[in-house]
């Protein structure tokens, strides 16, 4: 009598416990389920504001050759590589499927090309909110690298600087609120224009070279299905997720880029001619009614750009720089006519 009173809630206990473990696997088994996905429908008109006009300043290869480094990780990595085999690792590359060829025409213009990328210390980090930091502690050592951690033989210099982020920094959560936080950590539009600003003194602290930033990749149109409790997450940490969240997303990449390359936008009051807006983002997006990547990769849910994408921004790239080279007065004597000789 005394096992058998005994028994039976042990029973029980053990049904219950398995029936909890069962419920336990199928609620573990959804949240592993793929959730949203879908691609994106055109938000209309891109509005695209009018970037800076160097017309005026030949597309010429420079007179003399100059020194250039990229900040950069894969899709910087790939737009400089030429189109072949994926050769490389840290995201420096000789070839790439993906690649654009920017490292070949540049070099053929008498630009001598160095990149900064994984695995160095000033590669390692290049999200929107790493660039003030880097660039008001680390400026001498970008202005010296020859690649990866390696330096310039003594009192050689880099002329040029070019650096950009990842697509991942146009992942947008929203405007904001004016000024900004230059050091976020929110990716909201009032942010990003407020690290940008505090970037402007520290290059006016070097006339003599010539800052290239480089706009953000747009995102792909598609997305892929993830997990439910991915999803879950970010609803819970407020990023953005689904369909709406990347439609929002594009309206204010393109609001932000609008403003980083217009003049009366990021440059607006600044006197010196050594920092100018390459809009990779707006190449990328075709220039047409659309905020996303017009060459997504692999099922069109990849942003990383494709080598048709990259090769046309590269075309691109070339007579851009060499215009606004001239305009920095890079590599000309120091008379009346080079905007260095009054700064």
Request: proline fraction near 8%; glycine fraction near 12%; charge should be negative.
């Amino acid at each position: 009598m005394e096992a058998r009173a005994i028994d039976g809630p042990v029973r029980s206990g053990k049904k219950i416990i398995i029936g909890l473990c069962g419920i336990g696997a199928v609620l573990a088994a959804a949240a592993l389920l793929p959730v949203g996905g879908g691609v994106v429908s055109s938000s209309g008109e891109p509005n695209q504001a009018p970037s800076m006009d160097l017309s005026a300043f030949s597309d010429a290869k420079p007179d003399t050759p100059l020194r250039l480094v990229f900040l950069h990780h894969s899709v910087g990595g790939q737009l400089l590589a030429d189109e072949g085999p994926d050769v490389g690792e840290n995201s420096i590359h000789p070839s790439h499927p993906s690649g654009g060829g920017l490292r070949r025409m540049l070099e053929a213009q008498g630009y001598e090309v160095h990149e900064a990328s994984y695995g160095s210390r000033l590669g390692e980090h290049t999200d929107m909110f790493d660039w003030l930091p880097k660039f008001r502690g680390q400026m001498d050592a970008i202005l010296a690298n020859s690649g990866g951690d390696s330096v310039h033989a003594e009192g050689q210099v880099n002329e040029i600087v070019v650096f950009k982020s990842c697509f991942t920094q146009s992942w947008f959560v929203g405007e904001g609120t004016s000024p900004g936080d230059p050091d976020g950590p929110a990716l909201t539009v009032g942010n990003a224009k407020a690290t940008l600003r505090e970037l402007l003194p520290e290059f006016a602290k070097h006339p003599e070279t010539l800052f290239v930033y480089v706009t953000a990749p747009p995102l792909a149109p598609k997305l892929a299905p993830i997990p439910a409790w991915t999803w879950l997450a970010k609803l819970v940490l407020g990023k953005p997720v689904g369909l709406a969240g990347l439609r929002r997303a594009g309206d204010l990449d393109r609001e932000f880029n609008n403003w980083v390359k217009s003049p009366s936008g990021w440059l607006d009051g600044y006197a010196k001619k050594n920092v100018v807006v390459f809009d990779y983002y707006d190449v990328l997006t075709g220039k047409s009614g659309s905020n996303f990547s017009a060459y997504p990769t692999g099922d069109g849910s990849d942003s990383h750009p494709s080598a048709a994408g990259n090769q046309q921004a590269a075309r691109e790239f070339v007579p851009f720089l060499n215009r606004a080279v001239r305009r920095a007065g890079l590599g000309q004597p120091l008379d009346q006519g080079n905007p260095l000789a009054d700064q």
